[in-house]
């Protein structure tokens, strides 16, 4: 199929601006349409995880929210250095009979980014590439290519335009969900339109930064993404349930979870939350949410189209966080390099990880269908990892990231500003 030309219409700017950042979010970032707002991170940081959990207790909170959330299905791990609590919630399929199992495949959405960071950070410290690098020397019909750095599509400051703002994207998905779009095609939307800022004088979260950035690791590799995946990160880690499927592939491996949507595209172009009246009918179930599973996610894709399970996303941001994919020292650049997007702002974005106020180095996955949270606390070997194959809840919130929210306070304590004393809480 020939590159759709750019409309000239585009679309609010996405909640993932430094703004919506400043409220200390967990970034789920790769849908269509607008971003979920943001959800307050819990205080951890320095503080010690409340060893030993009470497994119930989570559980059971876990159990509710989904509930609440009239998510069909979902699952959560925590990995401690106590052990492990895991827990499946609902059924794979909306009214369906099969349970929810750990060893289901799902879309991981934006969790794609830090595979895709990883790969180019993996290149840098082979001399292949270098993160001062201007994208004109391997991009020259990029705008403002000259100035534009390798470093500022990692961290969201190029200023190019998003491709996932578009009105024709949104309304191309809606008539077609099984189109194949072409990494190019995704890219010349994005850059066809014009830049939110000069190059490194604004933050915004750009999907267009990732599929470029995808683009060359190709260009650099000369072979599809979806073999440097597998032998960069998925063969090295061990990970047999993770995969990147090709553009032309909209199937998911056996067993997975089929994922839903309440809606379509174009009307989630402000917010996900319901309007009143359709809020009231999702609540009463007269209004159900719809089937996603066979939607091609090749409109993702570098930036979101991953597929995994939740034990190996708990051992990709793992090693992503803790170590063992990059050299020790461009290792800890990359956790130096998680900066606030503006000043005062309590969570962080860099080389593809955002650091949220809970101490948590961390990145989610919205998707049409599925929504996604891996996070990893280093200093006290905590894993939270939690799925729903809903993305985004009738009141607009993103499920995984609320559970995981909710998850992560009861490990840690409440947030120290308003946590009563406590003996075993961290200074």
């Not at 929504?371 to 993103?398: H, I, K, M, R």
Request: glycine share 10%; aromatic share 8%; hydrophobic share 40%.
């Amino acid at each position: 199929m020939g590159v759709r030309p750019p409309l000239r219409e585009t679309l609010k700017p996405r909640i993932f601006a430094a703004a919506a950042l400043a409220l200390a979010i967990t970034m789920t970032a790769c849908t269509a349409g607008a971003e979920p707002g943001p959800i307050e991170s819990p205080t951890a940081g320095s503080r010690a995880p409340r060893l030993p959990l009470d497994g119930a207790a989570l559980i059971a909170s876990f159990d509710r929210l989904a509930k609440t959330m009239m998510v069909p299905g979902a699952a959560m791990l925590i990995r401690t250095p106590d052990g492990d609590i895991s827990a499946a919630y609902g059924t794979t399929a909306l009214g369906g009979s099969v349970p929810v199992s750990l060893e289901d495949h799902i879309r991981v959405g934006s969790t794609t980014k830090t595979w895709t960071a990883t790969v180019i950070l993996q290149l840098v410290q082979e001399g292949r590439i270098a993160l001062d690098d201007p994208v004109s020397k391997y991009r020259p019909d990029v705008p403002n290519g000259d100035d534009i750095t390798i470093e500022q599509l990692l961290n969201m400051r190029s200023g190019l335009f998003s491709y996932t703002e578009t009105y024709q994207l949104l309304h191309d998905m809606d008539v077609d969900p099984q189109s194949v779009w072409d990494p190019e095609q995704l890219l010349a939307l994005g850059a066809g339109l014009p830049p939110y800022f000069e190059p490194g004088a604004g933050f915004h979260y750009s999907n267009t930064n990732y599929v470029l950035l995808g683009l060359i690791a190709e260009q650099l590799e000369r072979k599809p993404l979806r073999e440097i995946f597998q032998e960069r990160l998925i063969a090295p880690l061990g990970l047999t349930e993770t995969s990147f499927p090709a553009i032309d592939d909209a199937s998911l491996p056996t067993p997975y979870a089929s994922g839903y949507m309440y809606t379509d595209n174009v009307r989630t172009i402000t917010t996900f939350r319901l309007p009143a009246d359709l809020l009231a009918q999702a609540e009463a179930g007269t209004l159900l949410p719809n089937d996603q599973t066979d939607a091609n996610p090749s409109w993702a894709w570098a930036a979101g189209a991953g597929i995994s399970t939740i034990g190996d996303l708990a051992v990709l941001i793992e090693a992503i966080v803790g170590g063992g994919l990059l050299d020790s020292d461009l290792q800890e650049q990359r956790l130096q390099n998680v900066v606030p997007p503006e000043p005062g702002s309590p969570s962080a974005y860099g080389w593809g990880i955002i650091r949220a106020p809970s101490g948590f180095y961390e990145h989610g996955g919205l998707i049409n269908g599925y929504n996604t949270y891996s996070g990893y606390d280093p200093l006290n070997e905590v894993t939270v990892v939690v799925w729903t194959n809903l993305s985004t809840a009738a009141n607009g919130a993103p499920p995984a990231a609320t559970i995981a929210k909710d998850l992560i306070e009861q490990i840690y304590g409440p947030p120290a500003e308003t946590a009563g004393p406590n003996p075993g809480d961290a200074p």
